[in-house]
């Protein structure tokens, strides 16, 4: 059972860009950090700016940002909607072909465990994510935080 | 998020087992029955067989039956062997390389998920799957349940 690549790098890109605090950051310089594909990261920031999560700015001195406060992206609500498919099984997707579908209990049995799942998603945000900044930061190469004055 | 579809397959020869009430059943009846590959069977009548889940006997008159009660198989612990793999994420994997792992709450978070939902699967048996069998025998060609004495 695994998530997709695409739901796993959002995360990573939302918690480098909540590490830059308010920040521009480039693709090139996420891509180098985590040393994942930028190939990959092209279609998860274009995604990330579609849903909202984000804001880019173009040109020579352009980047990224978060558009939300990390508290105000939730990880259950992010992994709904990059998770499109759900189906665990055959008989929760849509090309179900299996014949007992009309009387089987399986797929209620998996839809709820499916629930319960991402109801522990729903209970986090990038905030939460964030809390071990300090330790966070050196491990990507980041300047420490600035202390709050 | 997918199960894999070895998974969905030991659940569906299990399911059909229970409702053969201890009758003999071929690969060759439950590939035709569910209108799925032979092939795939094979490895998960292997696999069932060697987890104690079914006894099969070879020969002429041979075939498979379940080795236990189905109320004695829980599917929480029947996914649990099934699915080897559940790296949702890459750093619940063995192949981790994501730099920040050290400090990053991520792969608790979707432990604590993944556990919620192993949690919900552990509370069904086959026996629960199998309680409208009245109505699952149809769908996949079998006789009515006999009426009990």
């Known amino acids: 059972m695994k998530l997709t690549l695409y739901s796993d790098y959002c995360l990573r890109v939302l918690l480098f860009l909540g590490m830059k605090d308010g920040e521009l950051a480039t693709i090139k310089e ?12 092209m279609k ?14 173009r040109g020579k ?3 990224m940002r978060l558009l939300r406060q990390p508290a105000d992206i939730n990880v259950g609500e992010l992994i709904r909607r990059t998770e499109n498919d759900f189906a665990l099984v055959e008989c929760l997707g ?6 007992i579908t009309a009387a089987c209990r399986l797929r209620h049995v998996f ?4 629930d319960a799942f991402l109801e522990v998603l729903d209970r986090f945000t990038l905030a939460d994510l964030l809390e071990p900044e300090a330790k966070l930061r050196p491990l990507i190469g980041l300047p420490l935080p600035r202390p709050s004055a």
């Open 30 to 41: 996420i891509a180098e950090r985590y040393d994942i594909s930028r190939n990959h990261l």
């Open 94 to 99: 849509a090309d179900n072909e299996c014949r």
């Open 111 to 114: 839809r709820e465990a499916l």
């Open 61 to 63: 001195n352009g980047g």
């Open 44 to 57: 998860v920031v274009y995604e990330l700016n579609r849903m909202g999560y984000i804001e880019t700015l």
